[in-house]
């Protein structure tokens, strides 16, 4: 199937929304129907992705304008790096978090602005958006439960932080329906993984 077009599929939601299960069982999916699949995760995916990773997620404070940039600094990065040439090659990428993630966390969470992170990633990913956005829409509170101990610097933020990111992600959604699916991160793992094949089949028969 390498001779393919590439497909851009990203997973979003708050923290313990049970995403890298769902990347696992998409790729899978995916790799037994015969594709060649790219599973990558930002922040990271990349060395230098790696080390913007661990600056911004288990270094000491880092001011709300400095961290909007390092999780954009790490997408312009890891696009060029990897994403781009991998679609350009009819590949499938399968991403846990992107641009989403931004605006929902640094523009609504930490209160910069939705807009102003929406303009900030575009420049950062060059106009690049997924074909399909699964949401995992989940509480803050099933989120800290799932999370167990607190391991990093946005997770450690209180409950009306994660409410707020929440919200960010749920109205993103609700302004571009055609290019999300949302599905309740509470439903079993396996009903999750059908509703986001059956929205991919769905993606698929609407390509030329
Ligand atoms: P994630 O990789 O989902 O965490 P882990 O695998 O360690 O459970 O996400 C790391 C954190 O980074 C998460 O709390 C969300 C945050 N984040 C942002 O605030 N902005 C961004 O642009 C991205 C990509 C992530």
């Known amino acids: 199937m390498s001779t393919a077009p590439g497909l851009f599929v ?4 708050g923290d313990g ?40 997620l288990h ?10 940039l390092l ?11 990897l994403i781009r040439p991998a679609l350009a090659g009819g590949r499938v990428v399968v991403i846990d978090r992107y641009t989403d993630s931004s ?13 102003e992170i929406r303009q900030l990633q575009h420049w950062a990913v060059g106009g690049l958006f997924p074909d399909l956005t699964v949401l995992l829409d989940v509480a803050p509170e ?6 167990g101990d607190v391991h990093d610097r946005l997770e450690s ?11 960010g992600f749920l109205d993103l959604a609700a302004r571009e329906p055609d290019r999300y699916v949302v599905v309740d991160a509470a439903l ?8 986001v094949m059956s929205r991919l089949a769905d993606v698929l028969a609407g390509r030329p």
Request: aromatic content about 4%; overall charge negative; proline content about 5%.
């Open 10 to 13: 990203c997973f979003e939601g």
């Open 17 to 56: 929304a049970g995403k890298s299960t769902q990347v696992r069982l998409l790729a899978e999916a995916l790799e037994r129907a015969g594709r060649d699949v790219l599973v990558t995760r930002q922040p990271g995916g990349t060395p230098l992705g790696a080390r913007i990773r661990e600056l911004v």
């Open 59 to 68: 270094g000491d404070h880092v001011s709300p304008r400095a961290e909007a």
């Open 71 to 81: 999780f954009a600094a790490d997408k312009a990065h890891h696009v060029d790096e």
């Open 103 to 115: 605006i929902a966390y640094q523009g609504a969470g930490r209160d910069l602005g939705a807009d």
């Open 142 to 147: 099933v989120g800290r439960a799932r999370r």
């Open 157 to 167: 933020e209180a409950d009306a932080f994660h409410a707020a990111v929440r919200q």
């Open 188 to 195: 079993p793992p396996e009903e999750i993984h059908d509703r």
